[in-house]
């Protein structure tokens, strides 16, 4: 058994990071896929990972977003522990219902969509506010409008998925999540599943939402040119632990680290 | 006699017997689906006592006969105490059988539909029975209507086993016609055309008839 004591039941003091992952392991039987993981992201902060597949990038989301346990250390969202729950001013593990209040602070996209088939464009976004914040319809649909109409989806809002382009359906995706207001939003490839020609229309919604809105994001991506605009901060994870992290500048243009150089130049080659 | 002379002579018999397996057929309907639903979802609980239950259920209505389940529900349950009239023990049988068929169908149905859609409701911080209820379940019914189609044709030839407990419905009554007249081809005849007439002109199409309203639902058609 792990010694809980070692983690604060909040975190205190000025400058609380939005989101920490303090000594975070995850294994799956014998693979650990995250070693010790420490990492901060400040209040409205952008902070992009990227790594070769298998490094346990995508892990890092789903973690956060409890779609994944961990096996040891603690994640705190806006200074309150999401994994653990404090018992008698000890941390245990979090019931399904801590999760479920602490998650509803976190926002995710997904590679695939996800969207409900049966529910057009609209309900899609209506969903969450109704039947988890408790909204009346009228609300909801005035706030899910005004997301649509932000990705640029206004127009198709009584569209069924199965009538959206990939692209139209990632935006509509994206104003599914925003419509809980979250204060952490996750995107998790978002763009791998795209056709070339509309990552664009993705990748504007998402940097509009960085240029207009104080969010913090967490990203995992391929487009590293999409990336290195956008992101405080680059994340270059390797083997379950970060590598090397830095601005996108410094971290693009001169990085450190044998393996964040090759890994580089092997996604320039590529194209 | 002709098969014409036969039905101008006995059309209100059959037409009543008709009335009653249509009665059994919608009743046992109703409740294979109930059971169904409860079965298919307790197989997927996490807890292994709940498991346990639904398994143990689907084991014997599935793996038992239901001529034999209906003799005990009819006939063995009022030594325990509980007593059916034979309308309602000649139903709460076929359903019960049909349920447990019905309860694999469901839980397909629940495990066809792809991951990722859990997910995204999770990610909503649904709590589980709404994810289940709004996103799950609705798409489920589009994967298992085809072969729910079929399992309410077997349901319905399946009521013809409740005349042996004496119901009055569509084989009783042809058995009835049969040991007064002995005009079986006539009488069995009639019967299996009406049961057929059922099957193909009134189930199957209201079962196409839901598919199209629900792939509707979804976007797809």
Known sequence: ?271 | MSLWEFIATYWPDFLKGTGVTAAQFILATMLAIGIALVAGLMKLSRNAVVRGVSVTYIEIFRGTSLLVQLYWIFFVLPLFGVTLDKFTAGFVAVGMNLGAYGAELVRGGIQSVPKGQWEAAYALSMSPAKRMWRIILPQALVNMLPPWGNLLIELLKNTALVSLISVTDLMFVAKQINGSTFLSAQAFGLALIVYYVFARFIVTPFMRWLEGVMRRKLGRA
């Open chain 1, 1 to 271: 058994m792990e010694d809980m004591s070692q983690y604060p039941l909040e975190l205190t003091g000025d400058n609380i990071p939005m989101v920490r992952f303090m000594n975070v392991t995850k294994r799956y039987g014998k693979l650990t896929v995250l070693d010790r993981l420490d990492l901060d992201v400040a209040t409205g902060e952008m902070v992009t990972v990227i790594g070769p597949s298998g490094s346990g990038k995508t892990t890092v989301l789903r973690m956060l977003m409890t779609l994944e346990t961990i096996n040891e250390g603690v994640i705190y969202v806006d200074g309150k522990p999401l994994t653990h729950m404090e018992k008698n001013g000890a941390l245990v593990p979090a019931s399904p219902k801590h999760l479920r209040m602490m998650r509803s602070q976190i926002g995710m996209c997904f590679q695939h969509f996800n969207l409900f088939p049966h529910m057009t464009a609209l309900e899609n976004c209506m969903e969450g506010p109704v039947q988890v914040l408790g909204m009346s319809k009228q609300e909801a649909r005035k706030r899910s409008e005004d997301l649509l109409d932000l990705v640029g989806m206004i127009e198709k809002k009584d569209q069924h998925p199965s009538r959206l382009s990939g692209g139209q359906q990632q935006r509509v995706a994206i104003a599914r999540a925003l419509a809980m207001r979250p204060k952490v939003m996750l995107f998790d490839e978002v763009t791998s599943a795209l056709d070339p020609e509309v990552i664009g229309e993705v990748t504007n919604v998402i940097r509009d939402l960085v240029d207009k809105h104080n969010l913090t994001m967490l990203m995992v991506t391929h487009q590293m040119g999409f990336a290195k605009d956008i992101s405080d901060r680059i994340c270059f994870f390797f083997d379950g632990s970060i590598e090397e992290q830095g601005a996108p500048d410094a971290l693009f243009g001169n990085p450190q680290r044998e393996r964040t150089q090759q890994f580089l130049s092997a996604v320039k080659e590529a194209g």
